[in-house]
C-alpha cells in the first residue's frame, strides 16, 4: 500500500500536541525522531517524556487522504499560520521488514566474534559466531557503541566468568560473552520487550540457561568479574552508584552510549573506584574501560 508522510517540524514543548493534531486528521501513525541528532535515553518507568529541542512529528497518511484538507485544517490551528514548516512527502511501496533484512549482514569484531543475522549463514562456522534477531529491542552491533563494546568482550578471557549487561536490549552483548566463555550473564533492562527480545535469542543461541534477565526493580545484588554497560552518558552518571557495585574487586568494567565531549566527565567519575585506560573513539562515540581497585 503506498503512503503520504507528512512532517512538522515541532519542539519538545508543542510535539505532543502537533502529534495528536496528526493523529486527529486520520495519521494511520505517528512517529517523533530528533531533528539535529541530539542523544536522548529512554525515560524510566513513571518518568516524563522529554523530547528534543528540535523536534519532527512525522504522520503517515494512506496514499488516497484528502491532503490538502489536512493542511488546510492544521495551518488554520497552527500558533504560525502563515509559516508552518512542514514537509509532504510520498513514500515507495516497499516491504521495508524485507529491506531492513537484506541489508543486515554478518559483522566480524576483534579477532574471534561475528554477529550474524538467523536468516543468513555464518561466514566462518569455526569462529564465535552469535545469530541474532533484534526483533522489537535496539542492538545490532551496527552502531558504534555496540560494536565498541563487542571488541572489547572479543579482547578479554571471559572463561567461566560471570558477566553484567546493564542494559542488555536485544542481548547482543550477553550472548556474545556466553559465546566467548562465560559461565553466567546477569542482563537488566527497564524494558520489558528487551527482556524478551534477550530470552528469544538466547534460545536461538543454545544458551538461554546460562543467562538470567531482570528488571530493575527486581536487579540481584552480587559482584560480577565483568561489566558491561552501553547505554547513554545521562543514565551513567546517575547510575553510577549502581553499575560501579556490581563490579568485583580487580574486575573489568566497559561504558559506553557516550559522545567524545561527555567521555571527561564520566572517566573522572568512575575513576573513583576504577584505573581508567585511554578511551577508545569511534565515529565520535567512545568506550570508557578500566579495572575496580
Given at each position: 500500500m503506498p503512503w503520504i508522510q507528512?512532517?512538522?517540524?515541532?519542539?519538545?514543548?508543542?510535539?505532543?500536541?502537533?502529534?495528536?493534531?496528526?493523529?486527529?486528521?486520520?495519521?494511520?501513525?505517528?512517529t517523533f525522531i530528533d531533528a539535529q541528532d541530539t542523544p536522548i535515553y529512554e525515560p524510566l518507568p513513571g518518568d516524563e517524556i522529554v523530547y528534543w529541542n528540535n523536534t519532527v512529528v512525522m504522520g503517515l497518511f494512506d496514499a488516497s487522504h484528502d491532503m490538502?484538507?489536512?493542511?488546510?485544517?492544521?495551518?488554520?490551528?497552527?500558533?504560525d499560520k502563515s509559516n508552518m514548516a512542514y514537509k509532504l512527502e510520498q513514500l515507495e511501496d516497499k516491504d521495508w521488514e524485507r529491506e531492513w533484512m537484506d541489508n543486515f549482514h554478518p559483522m566480524k569484531f576483534g579477532q574471534r566474534l561475528w554477529i550474524c543475522p538467523s536468516w543468513r549463514e555464518v561466514p566462518d562456522p569455526d569462529a564465535v559466531n552469535v545469530m541474532l534477531d533484534p526483533g522489537l529491542a535496539f542492538g545490532t552491533g551496527t552502531h558504534p557503541t555496540t560494536a565498541l563494546c563487542l571488541t572489547w568482550l572479543d579482547s578479554l578471557d571471559l572463561k567461566g566468568k560471570t558477566v553484567v549487561d546493564f542494559g542488555c536490549g536485544?542481548?547482543?552483548l550477553s550472548l556474545a560473552a556466553l559465546k566467548l566463555g562465560a559461565a553466567k550473564v546477569i542482563g537488566i533492562d527497564i524494558d520489558p520487550q528487551a527482556l524478551q527480545a534477550s530470552l528469544e535469542n538466547a534460545k536461538r543461541n543454545d544458551?538461554?540457561?546460562?543467562?538470567?534477565?531482570?528488571?530493575?526493580?527486581?536487579?540481584?545484588?552480587?559482584?560480577?568479574?565483568?561489566?558491561?554497560?552501553?547505554?547513554?552518558a545521562g543514565p551513567l552518571r546517575e547510575l553510577a552508584p549502581v553499575i560501579i557495585e556490581y563490579v568485583a574487586s580487580k574486575g573489568k568494567l566497559a561504558l559506553s552510549g557516550v559522545l567524545e565531549e561527555q567521555a571527561q566527565q564520566l572517566q573522572t567519575i568512575y575513576g573513583e573506584f576504577c584505573d581508567m585506560e585511554p578511551v577508545t573513539v569511534q565515529d565520535e562515540w567512545v568506550r570508557l574501560s578500566g579495572t575496580r581497585k
Amino acid at each position: 500500500m503506498p503512503w503520504i508522510q507528512l512532517r512538522l517540524s515541532a519542539n519538545e514543548d508543542n510535539a505532543e500536541k502537533y502529534s495528536e493534531w496528526l493523529s486527529a486528521c486520520g495519521a494511520q501513525a505517528v512517529t517523533f525522531i530528533d531533528a539535529q541528532d541530539t542523544p536522548i535515553y529512554e525515560p524510566l518507568p513513571g518518568d516524563e517524556i522529554v523530547y528534543w529541542n528540535n523536534t519532527v512529528v512525522m504522520g503517515l497518511f494512506d496514499a488516497s487522504h484528502d491532503m490538502d484538507k489536512v493542511l488546510s485544517y492544521l495551518k488554520s490551528i497552527h500558533p504560525d499560520k502563515s509559516n508552518m514548516a512542514y514537509k509532504l512527502e510520498q513514500l515507495e511501496d516497499k516491504d521495508w521488514e524485507r529491506e531492513w533484512m537484506d541489508n543486515f549482514h554478518p559483522m566480524k569484531f576483534g579477532q574471534r566474534l561475528w554477529i550474524c543475522p538467523s536468516w543468513r549463514e555464518v561466514p566462518d562456522p569455526d569462529a564465535v559466531n552469535v545469530m541474532l534477531d533484534p526483533g522489537l529491542a535496539f542492538g545490532t552491533g551496527t552502531h558504534p557503541t555496540t560494536a565498541l563494546c563487542l571488541t572489547w568482550l572479543d579482547s578479554l578471557d571471559l572463561k567461566g566468568k560471570t558477566v553484567v549487561d546493564f542494559g542488555c536490549g536485544s542481548g547482543i552483548l550477553s550472548l556474545a560473552a556466553l559465546k566467548l566463555g562465560a559461565a553466567k550473564v546477569i542482563g537488566i533492562d527497564i524494558d520489558p520487550q528487551a527482556l524478551q527480545a534477550s530470552l528469544e535469542n538466547a534460545k536461538r543461541n543454545d544458551c538461554a540457561d546460562r543467562l538470567a534477565l531482570f528488571l530493575p526493580k527486581d536487579q540481584p545484588t552480587f559482584k560480577a568479574d565483568v561489566v558491561v554497560a552501553n547505554i547513554l552518558a545521562g543514565p551513567l552518571r546517575e547510575l553510577a552508584p549502581v553499575i560501579i557495585e556490581y563490579v568485583a574487586s580487580k574486575g573489568k568494567l566497559a561504558l559506553s552510549g557516550v559522545l567524545e565531549e561527555q567521555a571527561q566527565q564520566l572517566q573522572t567519575i568512575y575513576g573513583e573506584f576504577c584505573d581508567m585506560e585511554p578511551v577508545t573513539v569511534q565515529d565520535e562515540w567512545v568506550r570508557l574501560s578500566g579495572t575496580r581497585k
